[in-house]
């Protein structure tokens, strides 16, 4: 069964950290593209950040970039996002997804992996961040 499972959420004072975890299983992450969405109330999901399924290269959305980090741990099928100064508009419901695999016909980008909707890829069932005093 494949599963993505968040984990690492919680409430943190503005300034704040945190390191969110995505565990993988049912399947190896690699070659696959990895994302982190993430979903305010009465607001659109959005791609936070994003690796690419092939050459690692990553992409931030403009307003935590310099803030957040991606990373990845192919060994242990697990995909971290370290969350820095910590600002109350990142209060959302956090996601990570993946698409593509080693059968997957193109090398998906890291911006193209940040535009993916629900409709497609595999995602976790989110984890809530809550920025406030």
């Known amino acids: 069964q494949v599963q993505l499972v968040e984990s690492g959420g919680g409430l943190v004072q503005p300034g704040g950290s945190l390191r969110l975890s995505c565990a993988a299983s049912?399947?190896?992450?690699?070659?696959?593209?990895i994302g982190w969405f993430r979903q305010a109330p009465g607001k659109e999901r959005e791609g936070v950040s994003c690796?690419?399924?092939?050459?690692?290269?990553?992409y931030y959305l403009d307003s935590v970039k310099g803030r957040f980090t991606i990373s990845r741990d192919n060994a242990k099928n697990t995909v971290y996002l370290q969350m820095n100064s910590l600002k109350p508009e990142d209060t959302a419901v956090y996601y990570c997804?993946?698409?593509?695999?080693?059968?997957?016909?193109?090398?998906?980008?890291?911006?193209?992996?940040?535009?993916?909707?629900?409709?497609?890829?595999?995602w976790g069932q989110g984890t809530q961040v809550t920025v406030s005093s």
């Open positions: 997804a993946a698409e593509g695999g080693p059968h997957f016909v193109s090398d998906i980008s890291a911006p193209d992996m940040c535009a993916l909707t629900p409709d497609f890829g595999s």
């Open positions: 049912g399947f190896s992450l690699d070659y696959y593209a």
């Open positions: 690796i690419s399924s092939s050459d690692g290269t990553t």
